[in-house]
């Protein structure tokens, strides 16, 4: 069956770390993969795209890389900051399912520790 | 204002009573879209709409309807509530390309007892 897997258990790090976050994801092909940032009774907020021919996408303090071998995204976040607490939630475009919609992940909170 | 408009923000209702969420835009986009989020099941997306002509289903659509009354606005109906769909709902909308992202609204809380 075809899945999308974030860690479901909270990341507590230190201010000023990498926080890195990851999102696996099986029988699927997509042709991109965004991660998109949600607060508590938020909608969420689009951060970063990045297309299957590319290896690494950076904004700002914010980096992903995407593995089409592995299926595997990696965000990160360097020099962390408390304000970066949040839930963040990949999603691919599940095009081999022949939907034409978004899928998303359950989401990673990170948690950032003054 | 918000350019994704969610009404009502908050409701609580009864079992069997039909329920309407509205969603409105002001961002011009074709493509809108209804999730529901539940706590450690994520987004799961519900219908989907690229015009005014085009309607799709998601993969949860069974229990809900939806009515794409213009390019700005998109409706969402629950016409006999049940308490499992007790969730926080998310119109979304986005534009033309394929990859474009989205830009949701601030949500409606459906609670039925």
């Known amino acids: 069956s075809q899945k999308i897997e974030q860690n479901s258990e909270a990341l507590n790090i230190q201010e000023g770390k990498t926080a890195t976050l990851t999102c696996n994801y099986t029988?699927?092909?997509?042709?991109?993969l965004q991660w998109y940032r949600q607060d508590p009774g938020r909608g969420p907020v689009f951060l970063l795209l990045?297309?299957?021919?590319?290896k690494e996408k950076r904004k700002e303090r914010l980096k992903v890389t995407f593995d089409t071998t592995l299926k595997q995204s990696l965000f990160h976040i360097t020099a962390s900051q408390p304000a970066d607490s949040a839930t963040y939630l990949c999603?691919?475009?599940?095009?081999?399912?022949?939907?034409?919609?978004?899928?998303f992940g359950s989401g990673t909170r990170l948690q950032v520790q003054p | 204002d918000a350019d994704v408009t969610q009404t009502p923000r908050n409701r609580i209702t009864k079992t069997g009573k039909r329920i309407m969420l509205e969603c409105s835009q002001t961002?011009?986009?074709?493509?809108m879209y209804w999730y529901r989020q539940d706590p450690g099941l994520g987004l799961r997306l519900i219908y989907y709409?690229?015009?005014?002509?085009?309607?799709n289903k998601g993969e949860i659509s069974d229990g809900y309807s939806v009515s794409r009354q213009a390019q700005a606005k998109f409706s969402l109906s629950l016409e006999s509530a049940i308490p499992n769909q007790t969730a926080l709902y998310f119109c979304?909308?986005?534009?033309?390309?394929?990859?474009?992202?989205?830009?949701f609204g601030e949500g409606s809380r459906l609670t039925v007892l």
């Open positions: 979304a909308t986005s534009p033309g390309a394929r990859a474009g992202e989205l830009f």
């Open positions: 029988n699927y092909s997509p042709a991109y």
């Open positions: 990045i297309r299957e021919n590319e």
């Open positions: 999603a691919l475009d599940p095009r081999d399912t022949g939907r034409r919609a978004l899928t």
């Open positions: 961002k011009g986009h074709d493509r």
């Open positions: 709409s690229f015009d005014v002509k085009d309607i």
